[in-house]
């Protein structure tokens, strides 16, 4: 009797291990909420068999359990549900060849305005005879939120728009920034195209939609950045009348607002990524040097009002030339030094040689307008003014 009763215990310690996995029922696999002061994510789950694995199922996330080994395979498409409010995300989970596949359906409902992050979520799997656990690492978490992982400025502050390109357009070079932290990294994707709205629409050709970069969409991964450019069509004429109304070269001459629009990696919703834009316009070298010359004629002309300066046309012609030339060597030298990071200081007030203005002044004073001035009792040069 005692015999047959061991051979019995064995048997059925045999059909234990060698069972295989089943976990149909009310069978579910149960994620740990998610809970601080600025968020909440609470999941619901339901099983199911299913007949075949899915294609390139050995390509996704995955995670296993502590006891029995049951492999968890996240479906990367996560996705916002159609009547909104939850994100629904796939599970696959199975065991051996020998077993069959289930998938699990996972809503996830957040609270909370919180930016798309990864994080280690500990779950249960439960129900007819099954009680196991683990932890799913880098669970992508979206948010129904505003806050986006993206940040974008302009290269340089404020940020230039040449007025010399060829082709009409002006490209306004930016930095697009993921700023999400490392070790909890979700990478995103920058939509190539951004709406843009003018302070000033005068100053502009019109356009519905502005490209970024190529116009091809720009994916980065936690941390990173890459300078790029949104491509402007500013109206040259009004835009360099704009630069008439600043000489410092920190000061901007108008805004933009563009909206860019963020995906996050592993599905979750499209966000919309505003930055307001101060721009700069950079006339062309050509006008630059027209205004140069400009002034350098008017200050020649000028200083014909000086006591005994007029020594007839051949000599105003050999002023002229000489005014232009001085005026040229002087405009370079200005550039020059703001180039290595100097300041180009003329009347206690710190210019811009790449402006319209102080390019005429440049070209003024040099060319005779200095003596003009003094001679009609105006004596700005008493005042403090450098290179």
């Known amino acids: 009797m005692r015999s047959s009763l061991s051979w019995l215990a064995a048997i059925s310690l045999v059909v234990c291990i060698c069972a295989p996995l089943t976990i149909e029922g009310e069978t579910r696999i149960d994620f740990q909420p998610i809970k601080d002061t600025a968020k909440e994510i609470i999941f619901y789950s339901s099983c199911s068999s299913l007949p075949n694995p899915p294609a390139e199922v050995d390509q996704y996330q995955q995670s296993s359990t502590q006891i029995r080994h049951i492999t968890v395979y996240l479906n990367p498409a996560i996705q916002p549900s159609k009547f909104g409010g939850l994100f629904l995300l796939t599970f696959y989970l199975h065991k051996s060849a020998t077993t069959p596949w289930y998938i699990c359906t996972i809503k996830a409902i957040p609270t ?109 991964d936690a941390g990173e950045s890459i300078n790029t450019k949104i491509s402007l069509r500013p109206r040259r004429l009004p835009a360099l009348l704009a630069t008439l109304h600043s000489l410092h070269a920190d000061q901007p001459h108008t805004e933009i607002l563009a909206v860019f629009v963020q995906n996050a990696d592993h599905g979750g919703v499209s966000k919309s990524v ?53 005026s040229l060597a002087a405009w370079f030298a200005a550039l020059l030094l703001v180039g290595l990071g100097s300041k180009f200081v003329l009347f206690t007030l710190d210019l811009d040689p790449w402006s319209i203005l102080p390019s005429a002044g440049i070209g003024f004073f040099v060319s005779g307008g200095k003596e003009a001035l003094a001679a009609m009792g105006i004596d700005l040069w008493s005042k403090r003014s450098h290179t």
């Open 112 to 220: 909370g305005d919180f930016v798309d992050y990864m994080a280690d979520v500990p779950f249960t799997i439960i129900g007819d005879g099954i009680d196991d656990h683990g932890d799913f690492r880098n669970l992508p978490i979206h948010s129904l939120g505003k806050r986006a992982i993206a940040e974008i400025t302009t290269v340089t502050s404020p940020g230039v728009v040449d007025l010399g390109e060829v082709s009409g357009e002006g490209d306004l070079p930016i930095k697009i920034t993921n700023v999400s932290n490392v070790s909890e990294s979700l990478g995103i994707t920058i939509q190539g195209t951004a709406q843009v709205k003018y302070l000033r629409n005068d100053y502009w050709q019109l356009q519905p939609a502005s490209l970024v970069g190529d116009g091809k969409d720009i994916h980065l």
């Open 274 to 326: 505003p930055a307001s834009l101060k721009i700069r316009f950079a006339p062309s070298l050509v006008s630059l040097l027209t205004t140069l010359l400009a002034g350098s004629l008017l200050g020649t002309c000028l200083a014909q009002i000086v006591p005994n300066a007029w020594k007839g046309w051949k000599g105003m012609t050999v002023k002229l030339g000489r005014g232009a030339l001085y």
